[in-house]
């Protein structure tokens, strides 16, 4: 484990690079050719916006561009950073590459020469830069300074091939540095400012160099734009000081990145909006994790707006740094697939729908409003995008009369102050009123309409659903929140959350008519091309017409599918049975069938698009490549699964697809043909198909399916996967505590948050009652009376509210006239809501002193628990693997429950050892520290543990179990960190783990894919358990005593029963079952001997018998032997008995008076045979006469019957037929 840990604290050389133009080429070349660039991250820059942004300016005083970010520093200036890298670079060389020649060697005359040339060369690009500003218009001169510049070049370029007239490189026998650097800047000058014959007469040795360095990959990779041999040749591409008239200026197609099509890529066309609202005082938040961890009206993070709904709601922890916020900027991870907001059916339909999409936004929390929010809008669009303003057309809120609602007049003032009359349009409240839900927060909004076409007056063809017309921004103004009655009241804080469609703007900077077509979507489509046995490549085909064999439909669906997968499954969630488990399995399900059948891809192809997914998108999110190798483990596992049904599942839909068709043409029905709703459930619950993905087959063969039958099915099928409903019945379940309520008590009463430091303390606290929100009209009433479910708000509380898991305090709230129950207690905004009701005096009034008095033996069984959790999180970190991460917990009086990721159960060895570590914490009487500290400094510190998607507090409290947190904070990285429990947590604690007495496992079960849970108990409840399986297991202990089967089986039965009932560690059941499982076996092996014994027995006794009745004279007999329902024994006597006699006829009969039940077996002599007494028509006459039957072949045979009490007829039955025949 601990080299596990030394591996995962390890960390790769990473650096960031920012850089543009020649410097960035040169700096690729260098480190391609050094074998180095994997290590770089290119970072987007945009000139101006980046290098000028606040973060960027900590890191970067004077904001210079290019420059490499390395541990401890920065380096500028592109020869420096070449250097830095060539010389890292030689630190990574193993035996295998030791041969190779580095670009900078270590040789001291070696490396002096090859750092002359770079000081040469930055003299050099100087003057190469004043002749490109000069000649592309750049900066002003004359025809003068144009001359000087040309002398100073050829100087340079005669220095050069002086060198090169005896030698191939600079320095050396070989490339070097030097070569790689003078090669990039001179490049442009000597290509495309000399002339084709005057490079070859003037200077033969330089262009024999530049003919060999532009074969070298590395220089074709990094600048391959500036080496079209087409270009090089052709002396139409020569340019020299002043340009001629109508020459278009070169800038655009030298240095794409800046002036022409490549300067809006993703990347740059993300950065810009992210800097440029960091300009405008905006902080940065880093999105939040698609799966949402604390809001489960969501199935998925859908809008940009989803983690700041604690601020819009008015439930924000004031001391958090969402608290915090006044301004704030970032571009969220969204999906829309299952619930309200669905797209998955509609992709690859058209082009321009996504399940996984991003959300560029900026936001307000009572700061700026709508002057402020619409003038930023304008300026990135028009100033930094340079987007057309005569193709864009601003729309604003009309009014509602239907409620009352007045036009957004403000905002339509401030619209034309800056478009036209006829560019500045109203609209209604569906597409201009914006509401989170059916209650809560909403407002106006304004949104921005970008023309693709342009030249023409498109307003017409605004909110139309034309995708030449298309919504780019929307700004939100939420100034009202929706009461449940349908009323709007005007929130006291204004905000503004404005959402911009990434992929959508980034079509329109690329001059794209579909967002698949920009650089977010081709390498992914390029990938695609490459796994599959796609007939073409990806031409942008919709509908029937363009796309008839649906192959770029299926470029489209996999493309969005596999983001959609890998952005979900780093965010911690995985395709499954349920919720959006199971809509991520519909996702993946669709994406491989259309791989598979309609790209004709081999099985696994789909979790081989994950690297190209990561190489796109990691740099913006950096979780997918932490987690690449459990993405790709978990796409390729279900991808095998469904690989398994997925061909026999097509066949089947095509065969029925087929009959449809056909007996539809049959009947000449006008209606159309229809897939029944039960072949569509077959399909659905043998085969793995997502009815929507048998929809869209469907479709695709012209046929419908009859959904109320599919759910008609499902339902007789009784397939029941719904979540579990919460406890509906909890106290105050008709409270509210949101933005009206937190805003009333700060802005109306002017009350301070809830002072709730007490809650770690275990004294009562004196306060007064500040304020009570009725249950009944969810308003603040002055008084409560008896019986009546409240909340009440007081000036100090001792009560821990509900949160992280950990369930709330109860106890009472005393005044000198009432006793206030408290039955659960709430946080929101910092005020604490104390839930519950009067449960003696009369009322309990507003301005009544008070005594708040939590029940502090319940909150000590609580932090028994909570201390203990912590505990089993850092031993199954130990035992199972450091990757082990917290995936939801429940902490309450009686038990604990954590739920963490893993793909297996956990066996009954861990179990133990888990057990066995934290009972040994338990009695090693370890100190429980906890300290509030700065979150930065809480996140330095080595072997933490923090729940992932969590937003924490600034400052946190940091709860570390054996180690002060003093003594953390003195040394956060030392290695012995990671032997102790250390968590961010705000719940409370044990003083000491001695306090918690006993810890058992009580149980440990999947509640999802790749989700296991473990239930435990602490203290009394724990020692009980324990006590009472200490006594199960003598009982079992006991059973080594019982000799006989049968009672050794009735004791078995029972202490099974007892058990599968009783709450014991789940070790000592495990330990229990072992035994039970041992006696088991022995009672098969008592059978196994009574069998053998039932065997010899029979056949001495018919064996003794045939012979006696042979040696009689007689042909045949019939017998009754007493060996149970033994038909092996039976068969055993006969055969037995005829290897004897082989010329003998035999009946063998035995009962078993328990069940009732009467058996025989007979055997013939072929003799008896051909004289008429067949085996099976003997047995068949005989059994009946008891009501059985029987069969065989003509030699043997054998049967039963239920007439035990006719037994001695059917023996007799069967003498009379031997007898008749023999």
């Not at 709904?309 to 922890?317: L, Q, R, S």
């Not at 081989?608 to 999110?621: E, G, I, N, T």
């Not at 979150?935 to 409290?957: C, N, Q, S, W």
């Not at 009982?1035 to 089986?1049: C, E, I, R, S």
Request: charged residues 30%.
């Amino acid at each position: 484990r601990e080299r596990e840990r030394e591996r995962r604290v390890a960390r790769v050389a990473m650096y960031d690079l920012y850089a543009l133009g020649p410097p960035l080429y040169k700096i690729k070349a260098a480190s391609l050719v050094a074998g180095i660039w994997d290590s770089i991250t290119e970072k987007p820059v945009v000139l101006g916006l980046t290098n000028a942004a606040p973060s960027f300016l900590e890191r970067n005083p004077r904001g210079q561009v290019p420059t490499l970010e390395v541990e401890g520093g920065s380096i500028f200036e592109s020869n420096a950073i070449c250097r830095y890298l060539c010389n890292e670079a030689l630190s990574a060389l193993t035996a295998a590459t030791a041969s190779t020649r580095p670009l900078y060697p270590r040789d001291p005359t070696t490396r002096a020469l090859v750092d002359c040339w770079l000081d040469l060369d930055c003299e050099l690009f100087l003057t190469v830069k004043d002749v490109f500003d000069l000649t592309l218009g750049f900066k002003k001169g004359d025809k003068r300074e144009g001359v000087e510049l040309t002398k100073k070049m050829t100087d340079y370029l005669r220095a050069l091939e002086n060198k090169l007239s005896s030698s191939t490189y600079l320095v050396g026998d070989s490339m070097t540095l030097a070569d790689v650097v003078l090669f990039v800047d001179l490049s442009i000058y000597f290509f495309y400012m000399l002339k084709s014959k005057d490079r070859q007469k003037k200077f033969p040795c330089v262009s024999r160099w530049f003919a060999t360095l532009s074969q070298v990959p590395a220089m074709r990779e990094s600048l391959g734009h500036l080496l079209d041999q087409a270009k090089m040749d052709s002396d139409d591409f020569v340019y020299s000081y002043p340009l001629g008239e109508g020459v278009e200026n070169p800038a655009r197609w030298m240095f794409p990145e800046i002036f022409g099509d490549q300067k809006w890529t993703a990347a740059r066309t993300r950065q810009a909006f992210l800097d440029f609202f960091e300009l405008k005082g905006h902080t940065f938040v880093r999105s939040s994790p698609v799966v949402p961890h604390d809001d489960p009206t969501l199935l998925f993070a859908n809008a940009g707006m989803n983690q700041f709904k604690p601020i819009f709601m008015g439930k924000a922890d004031p001391n958090s740094p969402l608290g915090k916020l006044r301004r704030a900027t970032n571009t969220q991870k969204c999906i829309r697939a299952g619930g309200k907001h669905n797209d998955l059916d509609d992709v690859g339909k058209d082009t321009y729908h996504h399940t996984f999409f991003e959300m560029l936004g900026n936001w307000s929390f009572g700061d700026f409003f709508k002057v402020e929010a619409i003038n930023f809008a304008w300026e990135l669009l028009t100033k930094v995008y340079k987007l057309p303003a005569d193709r864009m057309y601003a729309t604003y809120f009309g009014g509602s009369k239907e409620q009352g609602l007045a036009p957004d007049n403000e905002a339509r003032d401030i619209w034309l102050k800056i478009l036209p009359e006829s560019q500045v349009m109203p609209f209604g409240t569906k597409d201009n009123f914006w509401e989170m839900g059916d209650t809560g927060p909403c407002g106006p909004c304004t949104e921005l309409h970008f023309d693709r076409v342009g030249g023409r007056d498109a307003s017409s063809l605004v909110n139309m659903d034309d995708p030449e017309v298309i919504e780019i921004w929307n700004l939100v103004f939420i100034q009202f929140n929706r009461e449940p009655s349908g009323e709007l009241k005007t929130l006291p804080n204004k905000h503004v959350d404005t959402g911009m469609g990434f992929e959508r703007i980034v079509s329109v900077l690329q001059n794209k008519m579909s967002n698949y077509d920009t650089d977010v979507f081709v390498p992914i489509f390029d990938e695609i091309q490459a796994l599959t046995e796609a007939p073409r490549e990806y031409r942008g085909g919709v509908g029937q017409k363009e796309d008839p064999d649906n192959v770029d439909m299926a470029y489209r669906v996999i493309a969005d599918h596999i983001r959609t997968l890998c952005i979900s499954i780093a965010d911690g969630a995985r395709p499954g049975n349920e919720g959006r488990e199971y809509v991520l399995r519909r996702v993946l399900r669709r994406a491989v069938r259309y791989g598979r059948e309609v790209l004709k891809a081999k099985e696994g192809f789909f979790s081989k698009l994950v690297p190209v997914v990561v190489r796109v998108m990691s740099d913006v999110f950096p979780e997918l490549a932490t987690h690449q190798g459990k993405i790709t483990e978990i796409i390729a596992e279900e991808e095998t699964s469904f690989g398994r049904t997925l061909t026999k599942g097509i066949e089947r839909f095509k065969k029925a697809s087929k009959q449809i068709l056909a007996a539809h043409k049959v009947s000449k029905a006008g209606d159309k043909p229809m897939l029944s709703g039960q072949e569509s459930f077959v399909l659905w619950d043998t085969f793995g198909f997502p009815v929507d993905l048998t929809e869209l087959m469907a479709e695709e063969y012209g046929i419908g399916v009859d959904m109320e039958g599919f759910k008609e099915a499902m339902s007789a099928a009784k397939e029941k996967s719904r979540a579990g409903g919460k406890n509906k019945g909890a106290a105050g379940a008709g409270l509210r505590f949101e933005a009206e309520q937190t805003a009333h008590l700060r802005d109306t009463l002017k009350l301070a948050a809830t002072v709730d430091a007490h809650k770690f303390s275990k004294a009562d606290v004196k306060s007064e009652v500040c304020a009570i929100l009725s249950s009944g009209s969810n308003s603040f009433v002055d008084q409560a009376a008896a019986g009546e479910v409240v909340a009440l708000v007081v000036g100090a509380t001792s009560y821990y509210a509900e949160m992280g898991g950990q369930v709330a305090d109860t106890g009472t709230i005393e005044t000198s006239g009432a006793t206030f129950a408290v039955e659960d207690a709430k946080i929101a905004a910092g005020y604490v809501f104390h839930v519950g009701k009067v449960a003696k005096g009369a009322s309990v009034k507003v301005g009544d002193s008070c005594t708040v008095r939590v029940d502090y033996d319940r909150r000590h069984k609580i932090a028994n628990n909570h201390t203990c959790t912590h505990l089993l999180n850092l031993a199954l970190r130990n035992h199972i693997s450091e990757d082990v991460q917290q995936k939801g917990s429940l902490v309450d009086d009686e038990k604990l429950r954590f739920d963490f990721n893993n793909n297996k159960p956990v066996d009954a060895k861990r179990l133990g050892e888990i057990e066995k570590d934290i009972q040994g914490d338990i009695d090693r009487a370890l100190q429980v520290y906890y300290k509030e500290v700065s979150l930065g400094d809480g996140k330095a510190i080595h072997g933490l543990r923090a729940v992932f998607g969590e937003t924490y507090p600034d400052p946190v409290r940091v709860v570390s179990i054996g180690k002060p947190v003093d003594d953390l904070l003195k040394d956060p990285k030392a290695s012995d960190n990671y032997g102790y429990s250390i968590e961010f947590c705000g719940g409370t604690h044990l003083d000491n783990t001695k306090e918690a007495a006993a810890f058992a496992i009580l149980s440990e079960e999947g509640v999802a894919k790749g989700v296991r849970r473990i239930a435990a108990a602490t203290g009394e409840i724990a020692q009980a358990a324990i006590k009472r399986g200490s006594d199960l297991k003598a009982k079992a202990g006991k059973l080594d005593g019982v000799k006989d089967a049968t009672a050794l089986q009735q004791e078995l039965n029972k202490l099974k029963a007892e058990v599968d009932k009783v709450v014991i560690p789940l070790t000592t059941k495990n330990e229990i079952r072992d035994v039970l499982a041992k006696h088991s076996k022995k009672i098969v092996e008592l059978g196994k001997k009574a069998a053998a014994g039932n065997k010899k027995k029979a056949v001495a006794e018919a064996v003794e018998s045939v012979k006696k009745a042979a040696g009689e004279g007689e042909t045949s007999c019939v017998l009754q032997i007493d060996v149970g329902l033994d038909s092996k024994a039976l068969l055993e006597a006969v055969e037995a008995s005829l290897k004897a006699e082989p010329a003998f006829s035999l009946m063998v009969f035995s009962s078993d008076d328990k069940k009732k039940k009467v058996m025989a077996y007979a055997g013939v002599s072929q003799d008896a045979v051909d004289k008429g007494l067949a085996a099976p028509t003997w047995i068949k006459e005989s059994l009946a006469v008891c009501g059985g039957k029987g069969g065989g072949k003509p030699n043997r045979a054998q049967g039963q019957g239920p007439g035990i009490d006719k037994l001695g007829e059917a023996m007799k039955k069967a003498e009379e037929l031997a007898a008749s025949k023999l």
